[in-house]
């Protein structure tokens, strides 16, 4: 188990040589083990979340986040009451998905970069690059999660410390991502780079983008319509 792990090891230290020494034989069983170590750390920090955060200090009174004075000018007092009731409702599910977080930088990293690579003609075996995600995820989401479960979550120089710390991590990881794209796949540089933008633009931002447009075409619908 020590030699499985000892890779990983390499990659923090180096990661030319670690992406390609995870790449050459990487080990199911340490892919799972990290899995679920970040999966723990993730279940901790979301645990804190439900537990610290009171949606009511958001949405109401003297501690409302600027954009709920927006919604209040722009929808008025009774609407915006509405869609801030949606929101609150829907948080229980925000949490459940911080928990879920490590597994949707897993498959959904590997999956998009699999994909803008083949877009780009290179078609080498997608598993490898499966499980060197599992390695890559746990390095970088593990001190993030940790950072934030030691740090707090919310308000304050903790939390905005642990904000810092995983926007670090999170360019370690693209960092590390772009290595291994040039590794499994045999391209250089700048190739590389045009995978790895595509895969998030493609199969993260624009997804992301049309559901915020279609979440705010439902308000806006049920606003001209006087659904509420």
Known sequence: MISSIEPLAVLIRSPRLG??????????IVAFFLMALACVTSTLVAARIGAEVDTNEIFFAGT?????????DSLGPQRTAVVLYLIQRSFDAIVVATALSPLFYWLLGSTAI??????????????????????????????????????????????????????????????????????????????????????????YLVPLVLIVCAAVAIIVA???LEYF
């Open 114 to 203: 699999h994909a803008s690579a083949r877009l780009a003609g290179r078609r080498p075996p997608y598993a490898p690059l499966l499980l060197f995600f599992a390695y890559a995820t746990a390095l970088t989401v593990v001190p993030a999660n940790l950072a934030a479960f030691v740090l707090g979550v919310g308000r304050g120089i903790g939390p905005q410390i642990a904000s810092v710390v995983s926007l670090v991590c999170l360019g370690w990881l693209l960092f590390i991502a772009h290595r291994a794209i040039r590794v499994h796949y045999s391209v250089d540089r700048d190739r590389a780079t045009r995978i790895l933008i595509v895969a998030v633009v493609v199969f």
């Open 222 to 224: 049920a606003v001209v």
């Open 64 to 72: 409302r986040e600027p954009f709920v004075q927006v919604m209040i």
């Open 19 to 28: 992406v390609e020494r995870i790449l050459a034989r990487p080990s199911v």
